[in-house]
């Protein structure tokens, strides 16, 4: 019974970290956890995919900018 409920935790605390990390506090559950007041929407961070996709965009753009200036 023991192993069955560590497993059922462990389960839940890997999918909460996923939301977390994949939504950011506000968006995770749903926004839950803003409408319930313990975080402030002020507070909230983006998404760490949007931030992700936001660098990785810079940095190919500064790559492109990079190779035109080479090649003129």
Same mark, same amino acid.
């Given at each position: 019974?023991?192993? *069955?409920?560590? *497993?059922?935790? *462990?389960?839940?605390?890997?999918? =909460?970290?996923?939301? *977390?990390?994949?939504?950011g506090?506000?968006? =995770?559950?749903?926004?839950?956890l !803003?409408? !319930?007041?313990?975080?402030?929407?002020e507070?909230? /961070? !983006?998404?760490? !995919?949007?931030r992700?996709?936001?660098?990785? /965009? +810079? =940095?190919?753009?500064?790559?492109? +900018?990079?190779?035109e200036? /080479?090649? +003129?």
């Amino acid at each position: 019974m023991g192993r *069955i409920l560590g *497993i059922g935790f *462990i389960v839940l605390a890997v999918w =909460a970290g996923v939301e *977390i990390y994949s939504e950011g506090t506000a968006g =995770a559950f749903g926004g839950l956890l !803003t409408r !319930t007041g313990l975080v402030a929407e002020e507070e909230a /961070q !983006t998404p760490v !995919t949007e931030r992700a996709a936001a660098a990785w /965009q +810079d =940095a190919y753009h500064a790559a492109e +900018d990079r190779v035109e200036r /080479q090649l +003129d």
